[in-house]
T-cell receptor
């Protein structure tokens, strides 16, 4: 158990809908990262928050947004869902702001299926 | 952006065999991380390397941070069925973090 929790574990929804994925980092970790993993693909970095502020942005679509709250949990919002958004969404956390020596620990993921 | 190359892309081995896989880059990295991912699960950190030349073991796993700081390898000794999965290297070059595409390991009984 990495100490990173994600809810829900599974989510099934329809095209055009909006969903929210939730992540709680390990105790003491200030950074939260979001990744997307499509079937048999590698991990695509979406976005990072550090202590409530956006720190780094990857290949995140404009239909997607995220935030980190004062208690350091984070939410990833996916809107106007398309079939191609079906994937595993992982959250990771780390102690620091993301630099050499800052190890990321991953949650169990949320499997999103868009029908 | 920076790409990490992992080889082999996939491998099939017999139970009990040793495994070696590596990760290379054209940039200098200051941290290398090796993760294992089981199907439908999140990546689990296996080994973290922070200094060039560092050799670190975790049970049957051994990883090394290459002297040039542009590569790393992971060895698994005496493979067992539960070693099946995808092994990802990842690392930091400067402030940037990147994952490799993974090596898919299959262990035949």
């Amino acid at each position: 158990d990495s100490g990173v929790t994600q809810t829900p574990k599974h989510l099934i929804t329809a095209t055009g809908q909006r969903v929210t994925l939730r992540c709680s980092p390990r105790s003491g970790d200030l950074s939260v990262y979001w990744y997307q993993q499509s079937l048999d693909q590698g991990l695509q970095f979406l976005i990072q928050y550090y202590n409530g502020e956006e720190r780094a942005k990857g290949n995140i679509l404009e239909r997607f947004s995220a935030q980190q709250f004062p208690d350091l949990h984070s939410e990833l919002n996916l809107s106007s869902l398309e079939l191609g958004d079906s994937a595993l969404y992982f959250c990771a956390s780390s102690v620091g702001s993301g630099s050499g020596g800052d190890t990321q620990y991953f949650g169990p993921g949320t499997r999103l299926t868009v029908l | 952006g920076q790409q990490l190359n992992q080889s082999p892309q996939s491998m099939f081995i017999q139970e009990g065999e040793d495994v070696s896989m590596n990760c290379t880059s054209s940039s200098i990295f200051n941290t290398w991380l090796w993760y294992k991912q089981d199907p439908g699960e999140g990546p689990v950190l296996l080994i973290a390397l922070y200094k060039a030349g560092e050799l670190t073991s975790n049970g049957r796993l051994t990883a090394q941070f290459g002297i040039t700081r542009k590569d790393s390898f992971l060895n698994i000794s005496a493979s067992i069925p539960s070693d099946v999965g995808i092994y990802f290297c990842a690392g930091y070059y400067g402030q940037n973090f990147v994952f490799g595409p993974g090596t898919r390991l299959s262990v035949l009984p």
